[in-house]
């Protein structure tokens, strides 16, 4: 397969020097949404968001949706940003990925292997979870952080993790030997928690820290093979650059699977919602044919809130991820981004109805949390990760009908404060490190919040989630973890 990979990789390079030539500007501010409105009216798709349902229940949509995506797909191809050309994907090349497609993915080895497979929406399949998302931390807790996010197997599959704030010592700079010298300090590191903590076969994801090529060519042949992961994040939208196929070739290369991502933004060059979710399905076809990637990680934004979990964002991804499971058999892995804070009921809210919509509508995987959306130093603890996990994995088989009820509920109580939302504690305030586990006011919180949940028709497990929060003796959580 690397070989059929690497050939598809060239042909799509040699049309980034071949394909037609478009200015970004052209293709951002005239052609995208031009296009963009065309397709939406021709297919009767816009104004479709609907604020009083946010969880979409409508398969009819969906598949209108995907049909309107495929044909943006065909009809703008992925821009290239370095030599300013377009990568067409033909038709014959979309059924030839779809025909090849793997029907499941190993991801890590021996005791801590999983498998991720395709999911339909409300499938009882239970999806898989990577923790955390890239959040900066501290060199010095980086290892006992991640001790933590990985301590309960059940909850959390893949080890995505935090981000280094310095490399011994020093400033990170992006595009410098700094980077390159933290992809190896960052992919070490992991590799000691997951030992430590007795999960050395856990799949990894990486380089987290690389903001450029620099940072994962620095550390991506640490953690070689194994079914760890290499991903690559496109810019918006729709569009690549040499640094994605640097990243995906060098992890060809270490044997590991391929996650790419390409966000689509709410109030950005793709316009409303509609047009956000149209560009996200186009994603989810052009990346695998065109960067050969294992699954995709393509996910909607609101511009305005710089997260996922309001009205708009709900539905946008909501009806996406139904488009894609409906008519396809990829894989995805979707993302939650929160805006609220480590120990704040708003946060536990936020993931709950973004994770319980991803869930319905057939992701496969998402890596998660972004604690206050990843804008503070050392604003992760475990017990986010752990929380996420939980909600993710229960909510399999789930109607999307009871979902939305559930999502109704929920909404209003926290998303006016979704344009300033609480910053929450930092790990020194909520957790204990050295004892893993959350603090006593952090457990209570928990605890209050998740039964909130469960009253309102969350399928979530009362002990479990004491369990786990360690509220509880020793024996009582071996025998339930």
Not at 127 to 133: K, Q, V
Not at 137 to 154: A, F, M, N, T, W
Not at 159 to 174: D, F, K, N, Q
Not at 292 to 301: K, P
Request: hydrophobic share 35%; net charge neutral.
């Amino acid at each position: 397969m690397y070989n059929i990979k690497v050939q598809r990789l060239l042909r799509s390079l040699d049309k980034a020097y071949q394909g037609p030539v478009m200015s970004t500007k052209e293709g951002d501010t005239k052609i995208l949404p031009k296009t963009i409105k065309g397709i939406l009216k021709k297919y009767g798709l816009a104004r479709t968001l609907d604020m009083d349902n946010p969880i979409n229940c409508d398969d009819d949509l969906a598949d209108t949706f995907f049909k309107a995506g495929r044909e943006l797909a065909l009809e703008l191809g992925i821009f290239c940003e370095d030599t300013e050309r377009v990568i067409k994907m033909t038709e014959d090349e979309l059924l030839e990925t779809i025909r090849d497609y793997p029907d499941h993915l190993i991801l890590g080895e021996g005791q801590d292997e999983v498998v991720m497979f395709p999911r339909r929406p409300e499938s009882e399949l239970e999806p898989l979870m990577a923790a955390s998302l890239g959040i900066v931390c501290r060199e010095d807790i980086y290892l006992p952080l991640v001790q933590g996010i990985v301590k309960y197997p059940k909850l959390v599959d893949v080890l995505h993790g935090p981000t280094l704030s310095t490399v011994y010592g020093h400033m990170i700079r992006s595009g410098t030997p700094y980077e390159t010298l933290m992809g190896d300090l960052e992919s070490h590191l992991k590799k000691e928690a997951l030992w430590r903590a007795g999960r050395p076969g856990m799949a990894c994801t990486g380089i987290n820290g690389a903001c450029t090529e620099y940072g994962h060519l620095g550390g991506a042949a640490v953690v070689s093979g194994r079914g760890n992961i290499t991903q690559s994040l496109c810019p918006v939208e729709m569009k690549v650059t040499f640094s994605n196929f640097h990243r995906v070739i060098m992890g060809l290369n270490v044997g590991h699977k391929l996650r790419v991502a390409g966000c689509s933004y709410i109030g950005g060059y793709a316009g409303p919602a509609e047009g956000a979710v149209l560009t996200c399905v186009a994603n989810d076809l052009l990346i695998p044919c065109i960067l050969q990637s294992d699954y995709t990680s393509s996910y909607v934004y609101d511009i305005q809130l710089f997260g996922n979990c309001g009205r708009k964002a709900l539905w946008a991804n909501s009806v996406s991820i139904q488009a894609i499971s409906r008519n396809t058999g990829f894989m995805r892995n979707k993302i939650v981004n929160e805006v609220a804070g480590p120990c704040t009921e708003m946060f536990f809210l936020e993931s709950a109805v973004g994770l319980m919509n991803h869930c319905v509508s057939g992701a496969s995987k998402t890596t998660q949390p972004r604690s206050a959306g990843g804008r503070y130093t050392d604003y992760i603890t475990p017990v986010e990760c752990w929380w996420v996990g939980d909600v993710f994995k229960s909510c399999a088989g789930m109607s999307r009908k009871q979902a939305n009820e559930i999502a109704k509920q929920v909404l209003p109580m926290y998303e006016t404060q979704l344009s300033a939302p609480p910053k929450g504690e930092s790990i020194y305030d909520c957790y204990d490190l050295q004892k893993q586990q959350a603090k006593p006011h952090y457990a209570k919180l928990f605890n209050d919040t998740r039964n909130k949940l469960i009253d309102l028709g969350m399928p979530l497990d009362r002990v479990f989630g004491e369990v786990y929060v360690d509220t509880c003796s020793e024996a009582k959580r071996n025998i339930i973890l």
